[in-house]
């Protein structure tokens, strides 16, 4: 059984940065891909980004390609969404969650593991 614990967001400024955090319990994460997800009022939930079990391969929508970067450190069961220059349109609750397979994309009914998310405002 593996839990995942989203830690990291908060209200910030467009243009500013923020690190959410992935912690997961359980000896099987590390065998498994991550993924960050996120969802606004009125939307679909949508693929942000993907790390593959050991962290070599990474996936990135369109929509945030070049501006977030996703990382996994086993050692420390915790993968990390690192977010730059951010916009108002990436407000949304993100969430991470843990499958077994590719870095991405994939979608969110197909994780093993879900986590209960984090709240990212961006003002204007």
């Known amino acids: 059984q593996v839990q995942l614990v989203e830690s990291g967001g908060g209200l910030v400024q467009a243009g500013d940065s923020l690190r959410l955090s992935c912690a997961a319990s359980?000896?099987?994460?590390?065998?498994?891909?991550t993924g960050w997800f996120r969802q606004s009022p009125g939307k679909e939930r949508e693929f942000v980004a993907g790390v593959s079990w050991n962290g070599r391969n990474t996936y990135y929508a369109d929509s945030v390609k070049g501006r977030f970067t996703i990382s996994k450190d086993n050692a420390k069961n915790t993968v990390y969404l690192q977010m730059t220059n951010l916009i108002p349109e990436d407000t949304a609750v993100y969430s991470c969650?843990?499958?077994?397979?590719?870095?991405?994309?994939?979608?969110?009914?197909?994780?093993?593991?879900w986590g209960q998310g984090t709240q990212v405002t961006v003002s204007s």
């Open positions: 359980g000896r099987t994460f590390s065998s498994r891909a």
């Open positions: 969650a843990a499958r077994a397979g590719r870095a991405g994309p994939w979608r969110w009914e197909e994780a093993d593991y």
